[in-house]
């Protein structure tokens, strides 16, 4: 006889947790399709914000070219993929030119995460610190380069540089829309807007890239910040 009393029978108690996980199963499961930015078997979408799965999605595709430029087609990002060029160590199989990015003087083509990392630091970082510290809007990022085919330091000898395979871009000031112009060589050191800018976007890079060595890092980047996507490392932020 099933009891007249839930819980008066373990089997009651049972069946009771057993619709009650169920009921928690049903509503995580809405939940997360509401919110793809927490869920981990979502495809990443770069128009999502920023979630609690975000970051492990992120890495994934550090060495999964043709999974990073899915998530550019499937985050409707203009792109251009280019044919391979270089050889040997310098050999750039992966060379994603963003379509609408505002890099000066040109758009070199780097690789599909370094593309990926360039786009989130200009909106979640760049833009939101321009108009928290300015009142405008980012007009140009300028850069000295991204693809350099040299060891570290330019050396003879050891590690590539990760630009050699144009993975990493240099970036040496901004000019915002009011006709604001600032630069890591002349503004880092200080306590004005200019400093506090430049040290914000420096450390929210850092949730982009792989590497961020700015000015404090040593003098070989008094003049720019190297930004970078390194599969060796995550985290490097000096």
Same mark, same amino acid.
């Given at each position: 006889?099933?009891?007249?009393?839930?819980?008066?029978?373990?089997?009651?108690?049972?069946?009771?947790l057993?619709?009650?996980?169920?009921?928690?199963?049903?509503?995580?499961?809405?939940?997360?399709?509401?919110?793809?930015?927490?869920?981990?078997?979502?495809?990443?979408?770069?128009?999502?914000?920023?979630?609690?799965?975000?970051?492990?999605?992120?890495?994934?595709?550090?060495?999964?070219?043709?999974?990073?430029?899915a998530?550019?087609?499937?985050?409707?990002?203009?792109?251009?993929?280019?044919?391979?060029?270089?050889?040997?160590?310098?050999?750039?199989?992966?060379?994603?030119?963003?379509?609408?990015?505002?890099? +000066?003087?040109?758009?070199?083509?780097?690789?599909?995460?370094?593309?990926?990392?360039?786009?989130?630091?200009?909106?979640?970082?760049?833009?939101?610190?321009? =108009?928290?510290?300015?009142?405008?809007?980012?007009?140009?990022?300028?850069?000295?380069?991204?693809?350099?085919?040299?060891?570290?330091?330019?050396?003879? +000898?050891?590690?590539?540089?990760?630009?050699?395979?144009?993975?990493?871009?240099?970036?040496?000031?901004?000019?915002?829309?009011?006709?604001?112009?600032?630069?890591?060589?002349?503004?880092?050191?200080?306590?004005?807007?200019?400093? =506090?800018?430049?040290?914000?976007?420096?450390?929210?890079?850092?949730?982009?890239?792989?590497?961020?060595?700015?000015?404090?890092?040593?003098?070989?980047h008094?003049?720019?910040?190297?930004?970078?996507?390194?599969?060796r490392?995550?985290?490097?932020?000096?």
């Amino acid at each position: 006889m099933i009891s007249r009393r839930i819980g008066d029978f373990a089997g009651d108690r049972r069946v009771a947790l057993l619709l009650i996980a169920a009921g928690l199963l049903l509503s995580g499961r809405v939940w997360l399709a509401e919110h793809p930015e927490h869920n981990p078997w979502a495809p990443l979408d770069l128009r999502d914000p920023v979630g609690w799965a975000t970051d492990r999605k992120l890495l994934a595709l550090r060495e999964d070219a043709p999974a990073c430029r899915a998530v550019l087609e499937r985050s409707d990002i203009a792109h251009d993929v280019l044919e391979p060029a270089g050889e040997g160590a310098c050999r750039r199989e992966d060379r994603t030119r963003l379509a609408d990015y505002p890099l +000066s003087p040109d758009t070199p083509p780097v690789t599909c995460p370094a593309s990926i990392a360039l786009l989130l630091w200009e909106r979640d970082v760049l833009e939101p610190a321009a =108009q928290a510290i300015f009142g405008s809007e980012i007009a140009r990022i300028e850069h000295l380069g991204a693809y350099s085919c040299r060891r570290l330091y330019g050396r003879d +000898s050891g590690a590539w540089s990760e630009h050699a395979t144009a993975n990493a871009i240099d970036i040496a000031g901004f000019v915002l829309t009011d006709g604001t112009r600032i630069s890591v060589l002349r503004d880092w050191d200080g306590e004005g807007d200019k400093a =506090q800018f430049l040290r914000t976007v420096r450390d929210g890079a850092c949730g982009s890239f792989a590497t961020v060595l700015s000015p404090d890092y040593n003098a070989a980047h008094a003049d720019h910040f190297h930004l970078d996507m390194s599969p060796r490392w995550r985290g490097v932020c000096r």
